[in-house]
Nanobody
Framework: QVQLVESGGGLVQAGGSLRLSCATS????????MGWFRQAPGKEREFVAATMWSGGSTYYADSVKGRFTISRDNAKNTVYLQMNGLKPEDTAVYYC??????????????????WGQGTQVTVSS
């Protein structure tokens, strides 16, 4: 069993930055690919970014490429999402996810094995 706990969400003005963190439990963190999804009101949950088990390869949705950076620290069992150049359309609940299947191109499985509880990110114009 893997538990995921997100933190770092909040309210920021357009153009600002936030850094989300996702701390995980368990001793098998390095065997999971980790990533982030988001869900805006009235919309489906969508893939944002993911990283392979070692963190060597990263994958991004086109909408965030060049602005967001995913990274992981296997020693701390934590994955991060650095979000720069935030836009009002980035407003959503952001969810951390874990799955052993690797991401691909600009996507990942839509049903990861584990989800966090979510953290709200609000970008004002």
């Amino acid at each position: 069993q893997v538990q995921l706990v997100e933190s770092g969400g909040g309210l920021v003005q357009a153009g600002g930055s936030l850094r989300l963190s996702c701390a995980t439990s368990g001793r098998t963190f390095s065997t999971y690919c980790m990533g982030w999804f988001r869900q805006a009101p009235g919309k489906e949950r969508e893939f944002v970014a993911a990283t392979m088990w070692s963190g060597g390869s990263t994958y991004y949705a086109d909408s965030v490429k060049g602005r967001f950076t995913i990274s992981r620290d296997n020693a701390k069992n934590t994955v991060y999402l650095q979000m720069n150049g935030l836009k009002p359309e980035d407003t959503a609940v952001y969810y951390c996810a874990a799955d052993r299947r690797p991401p691909y191109g600009t996507g990942w499985t839509k049903r990861p094995d584990y989800w966090g509880q979510g953290t709200q990110v609000t970008v004002s114009s």
